[in-house]
């Protein structure tokens, strides 16, 4: 299993922007990809991290030319939530241990 962790900068006055494109844009795209295996969203008032999990590097390829990634990208760019320099980075998995996981659809408080 791999693990892609993505790092932008925010606007901190857009972060609720920034949340909403997650929950209602950017996951149910994640969940179409072949390979997707899961994801966790994290962020700062300044900062925005998710990181998703993949089978394989195929499936990590296959994402980052699929056109509805690539849209989603269009329009998180437009959506006016960035700001500075965003990092891209692949590793292998070897461990994880969430107690108590609860599922995006009960959100955690």
């Known amino acids: 299993m791999l693990a892609r962790l993505w790092t932008t ?57 699929s056109p509805s990634y690539c849209n989603t990208v269009k329009r998180l760019q437009e959506a006016d939530v960035l700001a500075g320099s965003r990092r891209l980075a692949v590793y292998q998995l070897h461990l994880i241990d969430i107690e108590g996981l609860v599922t995006h659809e009960h959100r955690l408080p």
């Open 9 to 65: 900068g925010l606007l901190p006055e857009r972060v609720s922007v920034y949340e909403s494109f997650a929950n209602d844009i950017s996951l149910p795209m994640f969940r179409e990809q072949d390979g997707f295996l899961g994801c966790v969203m994290v962020r700062s008032e300044h900062e925005g991290l998710v990181l998703t999990f993949w089978r394989d590097h195929a499936a990590i390829h296959a994402l980052e030319t």
